[in-house]
Nanobody, 122 residues
Framework: QLQLVESGGGLVQPGGSLRLSCAAS????????VGWFRQAPGKEREGVSY????????YYADSVKGRFTISRDNAKNTVYLQMNSLKPEDIAVYYC???????????????WGQGTQVTVSS
C-alpha cells in the first residue's frame, strides 16, 4: 500500500512563503498523479494542484495559479508544493493524495496523507 506523509505547514505572515512536502514512505510516486487538496474551516475540500509524476505535467486551480508551484523529485520519492504570496484565504489543512488518473476530483484519489496546517496571519 502507498503511504504518504505531508510536512512543511506552519504559520506565516501575509505575503510569506511555505514549501509543503509529500513523501511516499511506502511505494512509489513515479507512475502516479499526485494532487494537493485543502480544506478550510467550515468549507468543502477543494483541489489545489496536481502533477503527473512520470511526465511532469501540472495543473493549478485558478485561485493559486501564479502563486503556487508543484514539483517532484523522483529520486526522493517526494512531491512539493511551493506556496508564495500567501493570503489569509489560503488558510486550510493541506493534504496530498495519489491517484492512477489525472484528475482534480478527490473521489479519484485512493491514497491520502494526514494533512498539514497552513495558517496565514499577521
Amino acid at each position: 500500500q502507498l503511504q504518504l506523509v505531508e510536512s512543511g505547514g506552519g504559520l506565516v505572515q501575509p505575503g510569506g512563503s511555505l514549501r509543503l512536502s509529500c513523501a511516499a514512505s511506502s511505494g512509489t510516486l513515479r507512475f502516479a498523479t499526485v494532487g494537493w487538496f485543502r480544506q478550510a474551516p467550515g468549507k468543502e475540500r477543494e483541489g489545489v494542484s496536481y502533477i503527473i509524476s512520470s511526465a511532469g505535467r501540472t495543473y493549478y486551480a485558478d485561485s493559486v495559479k501564479g502563486r503556487f508551484t508543484i514539483s517532484r523529485d523522483n529520486a526522493k520519492n517526494t512531491v512539493y508544493l511551493q506556496m508564495n504570496s500567501l493570503k489569509p484565504e489560503d488558510i486550510a489543512v493541506y493534504y496530498c493524495a495519489a491517484s492512477s488518473v489525472s484528475s482534480m476530483d478527490s473521489r479519484h484519489y485512493n491514497y491520502w496523507g494526514q494533512g498539514t496546517q497552513v495558517t496565514v496571519s499577521s
